[in-house]
């Protein structure tokens, strides 16, 4: 991680709307300015749009959003981040269940609540 970027103090300068959530190197603009005007940011590398009122934005390679936290070696939130390494371990009686499943097909990051939720049962609304 190169430097940590405050997106809501940019919009404010910019006088653009929006209410920032930082997540490392991705962060939610509630009510915020189009995708254009985000992708306007230098800090910006690209920004979908979620719902009617939530864009996704992600930085560059070393960026982050958010204050700087020192000794920052990493960070994750954007969806250069959606792979990542699964490692199933603990008692559970279901965990061999799930490492039977992960070795298969390695899980996205928005995959495990799913999994989570189906495996134990749960009704999680996810």
């Known amino acids: 991680v190169e430097y940590g970027f405050e997106l809501g103090d940019e919009l404010n300068k910019r006088g653009l709307p929006g209410i920032v959530e930082c997540e490392g190197t991705?962060?939610?603009?509630?009510?915020?300015?189009?995708?254009?005007?985000?992708?306007?940011?230098?800090?910006?590398?690209?920004?979908?749009?979620?719902?009617e009122h939530n864009n996704l934005v992600w930085g560059k390679p070393g960026h982050v959003f958010g204050p700087w936290l020192d000794d920052l070696y990493g960070s994750h939130g954007?969806?250069?981040?959606?792979t990542q390494v699964a490692i199933v371990g603990g008692g559970h009686p279901k965990a061999r269940e799930l490492a039977k499943q992960v070795s298969k097909k390695r899980p996205m990051?928005?995959?495990?609540?799913?999994?989570?939720?189906?495996?134990?049962g749960l009704d999680l609304q996810v």
């Open 109 to 120: 990051a928005w995959e495990w609540a799913r999994r989570i939720n189906d495996l134990l």
């Open 26 to 51: 991705a962060a939610l603009v509630l009510d915020g300015p189009s995708l254009d005007d985000l992708r306007m940011i230098p800090e910006v590398e690209d920004a979908v749009i979620l719902d």
């Open 78 to 82: 954007s969806p250069r981040c959606s």
